[in-house]
């Protein structure tokens, strides 16, 4: 095929191009076509990303490379709706989501080449897709309470929306092609904790931020400590960094909230 024959390198600039054109065009539709446009755009991140990384996709765990991508789109498209409406805040915006498009394309392709051969890169890639998945985490964790849904709606979606992030997130730490069933287990209780920390912030008086940077401290613990385990390297001392970590934020969030 044609498009097959496109290189690598230029793949993932057309995407980058492609969705940051297409959030752009997104911007002209009416205000009740804009949540259907940013779902296409997501689904347009998973056509794109599979044809960038056709070669080394396969039916196998390498396809978990294609959930972060539509996620971040997704992320970044209804955070959108939250800024205002100056172009000197949406421009910004099309310029971070294109360039991180484009470093989830870079990553992406490392971890299918690592699926199947060592490569050096790969330590570099885990971290930038460890950051992507924070930042996305915060995206859209922050439209969820900035929405302010019921409980058990809010809590229903956190977990949706959870659960295929850690899936990926700790995926990366083996990047392997067989699907590892444990790794299930580990994403369903850390989503899980999530949530119903989610659903204890309903009787928090906390600001939308304060509690959405909460949330993503909370994934961001339960991953890397996950990470760790699965790279066997869950010493003590990286347990204690972590939780000082999230004591550090519980202790700011107490200060931050107004309880009167």
């Known amino acids: 095929m044609f498009l097959l024959k496109v290189k690598k390198r230029q793949r993932f600039l057309l995407t980058s191009l492609f969705l940051a054109l297409g959030f752009v065009f997104i911007q002209a539709l009416g205000e009740t076509y804009r949540i259907s446009g940013i779902i296409l755009l997501s689904l347009a991140t998973v056509l794109l990303f599979t044809w960038s990384l056709w070669e080394g996709l396969g039916k196998n765990a390498t396809l978990l490379t294609l959930v972060l991508p539509p996620l971040f789109t997704l992320g970044v498209g209804f955070f959108w709706f939250l800024l205002p409406t100056s172009i000197l805040a949406r421009i910004p915006i099309v310029l971070f989501y294109s360039i991180g498009i484009y470093a989830l394309s870079l990553t992406a392709n490392i971890y299918t080449v690592s699926a199947v051969r060592t490569i050096a890169l790969l330590r570099a890639a885990k971290g930038i ?53 444990s790794l299930l287990l580990m994403c369903a209780i850390s989503s899980l904790v999530v949530t119903e920390i989610f659903a204890v912030l309903y009787f928090w008086p906390t600001t939308v931020i304060v509690g959405s940077l909460f949330l993503t401290t909370t994934m961001y613990i339960l991953l890397g400590l996950s990470q760790a385990r699965i790279e066997q390297r869950l010493f003590s001392q990286t347990v204690r960094e972590y939780l000082t970590v999230g004591l550090l934020v519980l202790l700011g969030m107490f200060i931050a909230t107004r309880w009167a």
Do not use: H
Request: charged content about 10%.
């Open 129 to 181: 897709g460890f950051v992507l998945t924070l930042v996305t985490s915060f995206l859209i964790l922050d439209t969820v309470i900035s929405m302010k849904p019921t409980q058990v709606v809010g809590s229903i979606f956190v977990f949706m929306v959870s659960f295929p992030l850690f899936l990926q997130g700790l995926w990366t730490s083996s990047v392997d092609t067989l699907f590892d069933k």
